[in-house]
């Protein structure tokens, strides 16, 4: 008699149980947790595994030494420094702490301050690491002032992005592959069905960041008619993909579910702070890649730039890194007035707005396009003119140098000439006689220091 397993339904049970235990092997074992995030019956619970939550946050590399400020004694480091344009009103000691933060914050251990230092001439700028870490400060100062919308009192230092790391480890570049494929005989794939991560591995488009982050689409699904109505800025197919894409880029950087902004039964609606604290990110992710990340792409050598030769840009994983809250909402910008926003003391500087009848200029800082509110006040003369009639529409148009890059230029000069007309908006000008006219270039002034290279001018027709 034989006892033996070889029965054909036994091999096909064992099969059937290896492939059901294969199938498994994809599910996460529970128990799971869930937070609730909105009322009761919202659906809004975010379901997490507790192990891979655990992980993730043990996966945070230590925090370097994020020690007090020392007292504002002695001598200020510009009475001693050089070269000290940013951190000069640091005291010694504090300055020579910041100094050691951004070299364990930032630079390769093996080469220390030397990395973005000339031997023993500190004051020296020859390298392009120190000319992008003074551009650095910079942009850590506009988050941490600018942008508390979103990042609260918490605050950014150079490690939220660089942990420890010459380069974050994450950002974006534009995909090489021209979005607009019109050559092909497929057509024009709208960046569509090429497998990245980004993407979540779907036929999404896989550039949804360009649009979005750079340039000022807006994230538009739900439409009011009940057809898609082309593919302007308005609720379109194509915008529905990229947001689609770039919401799984949400998610994933925070590691969460959707629910963790939206109540799924309907997206459009805005019921959770966090997802306005996201509004204000996408805002943030565009200043800082417009007025900060853009400008530098000529400083950059060659081999930190993107297939297509762009600068290095950031979106949510470059701070966030998988939490919610970047470094679990650690707080340490607030041990460094190096990083906080100074009174900008550029901003004071500007020359008073010009106003003569017909025109009005006003000036802007070095690649900002904050509109100053001195500035502002200029404008009173347009908003009259076009209330009493004497006027039937304003001309903004922004001016910028011939220095760095033209594109980055013209997008500045864009958006400070935007900056002008949302103030005259604001101000109460009816906004369909307010036009924009195209950015244009001022005529000698290389290095971009005379500060009409940065206006935008008000004409009244
Ligand atoms: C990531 C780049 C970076 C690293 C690393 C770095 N520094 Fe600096 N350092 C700068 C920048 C930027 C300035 C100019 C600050 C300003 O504009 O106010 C500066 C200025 C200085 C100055 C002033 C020189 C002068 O006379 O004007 C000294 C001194 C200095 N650093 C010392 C150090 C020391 C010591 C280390 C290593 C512990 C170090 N730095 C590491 C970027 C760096
Ligand atoms: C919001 C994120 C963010 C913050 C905050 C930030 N950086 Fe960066 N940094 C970047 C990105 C993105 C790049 C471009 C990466 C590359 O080099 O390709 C970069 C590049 C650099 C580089 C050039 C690296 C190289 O070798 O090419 C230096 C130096 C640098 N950062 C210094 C700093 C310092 C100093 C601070 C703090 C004062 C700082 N960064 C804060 C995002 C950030
Ligand atoms: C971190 C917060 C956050 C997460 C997570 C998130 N979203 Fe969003 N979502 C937003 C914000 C903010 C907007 C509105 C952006 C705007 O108006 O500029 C938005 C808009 C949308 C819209 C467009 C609604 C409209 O008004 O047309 C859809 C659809 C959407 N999200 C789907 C999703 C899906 C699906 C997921 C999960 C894969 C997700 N979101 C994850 C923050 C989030
Ligand atoms: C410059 C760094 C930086 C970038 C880039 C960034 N964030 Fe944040 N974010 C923060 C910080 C810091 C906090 C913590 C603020 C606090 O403590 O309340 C935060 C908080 C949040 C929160 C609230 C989380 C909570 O639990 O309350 C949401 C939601 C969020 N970010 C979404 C986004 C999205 C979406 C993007 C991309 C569009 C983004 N962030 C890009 C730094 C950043």
Redesign the pocket.
Known sequence: MSTRTDHPNRRLLAVLGASALLLLAGCERPPMQTTQQGFRGTAMQNTENPRIVAAQRAAVPAVPDDTPAPPPVGPKASDIYKNVPLLGDLSVADFNRHMAA?TA??APPAEGCN??HVGENFADDGK???V??RK??E??RA?NGGWKTHVADTG???Y???RGQ???AN?WFKPETPLRNTQSILGNDFGQNRVLQTAGLTSLPYDPYSAYLLGDQNVKVYGKQALPQGIGNGASILHTEQTYALMMHFSKSLGVNCTFCHNSQSFQQWVSPKKVTAWHGIRMERD?NVAH?VPLTDT??AS??GPTGD????YCA??HQGVNKPLGGLQMARNYAG?QPVALAAAAALPAPLVEPTRTVLYFGVGSSDLAAEQSRGLDTAVTALAAGRARVVLVSGYHSAAGQLAANRELAKQRAVAVRDALVAAGAPAARVQLDKPQQTEANVAGEDPSARRVEVTLR
């Open positions: 951004i914050w930032v990395y973005c392009y690491q120190k992008i870490a650095m400060i942009m850590t988050v950014v230092t150079c939220t992005c660089h010459p380069v974050p950002v800082l990340m950059f050598p930190r730039k600068v290095a840009k950031v470059t701070c990083l």
